[in-house]
């Protein structure tokens, strides 16, 4: 199954990418762990990412889309795979498209998680980290223990909160509307426990819970 897998920061779409990895024995694929992959092996398209990385400028849809097209053309990659936090913008997924066209391996389905925005605000600002392990807490959902020494790291305070979503609804003004046109688009309730979550995902790729 071949999916891209789309949410706002703290939709939980982390957590249901990796059990849908586990579920479908396909790989989830991020434009981060395809950058470091690439400037660890030193790759052409890596180097000239990191070209533009270090002059703090951001790496074109090409070079990216090149990244993709390397990182689907590997063996675990070969019956399918899920794509996090890509494309972003409709001209990367017009590049996505004929790439993957081009490949004979068109999308199967675009999922997206959605939670409404205070509740994506309330889940994160109340994160904390301990600094010591780098355990994940929530003061209200999964307090820490009496001795964790807590971190409240910086994009996890509410001004940045606020400015990530507003850049995440930016960018699916017309991502979303993209999609549900080709008729790949399917919206999950994102609000939940995470394995409430996952029954609904899997309930809408047709596969059972």
Known sequence: MRLVLVGAPGSGKGTQADVLEARLKTPKVSTGDMLRAALKAGTKLGLEAKSY??????????VVIGLVEERLGEPDAKNGFILDGFPRTTAQADALGAL??????????????????????????????????????????????????????????????????????????????????????????????????????????????
């Open 100 to 209: 993957l066209d081009r490949l004979g391996k068109p999308l199967d389905r675009v999922v997206e998680l959605a939670v409404p925005s205070e509740l994506i605000v309330e889940r994160i600002i109340h994160r904390r980290t301990d600094k010591r392990t780098g355990q994940i807490y929530h003061l209200k959902y999964s307090p820490p223990p009496p001795n964790a020494e807590l971190e409240h790291r910086a994009d996890d305070r509410e001004e940045t909160v606020n400015k990530r979503l507003a850049d995440y609804e930016a960018m699916t003004t017309a991502l979303l509307p993209y999609y549900q046109k080709l008729g790949l688009l399917v919206r999950v309730d994102g609000v939940g426990k995470p394995a409430e979550v996952t029954a609904r995902v899997l309930g809408a790729l047709g596969l059972s819970a």
């Open 53 to 62: 990385m270090d002059a703090g400028k951001l790496v074109p849809d090409s």
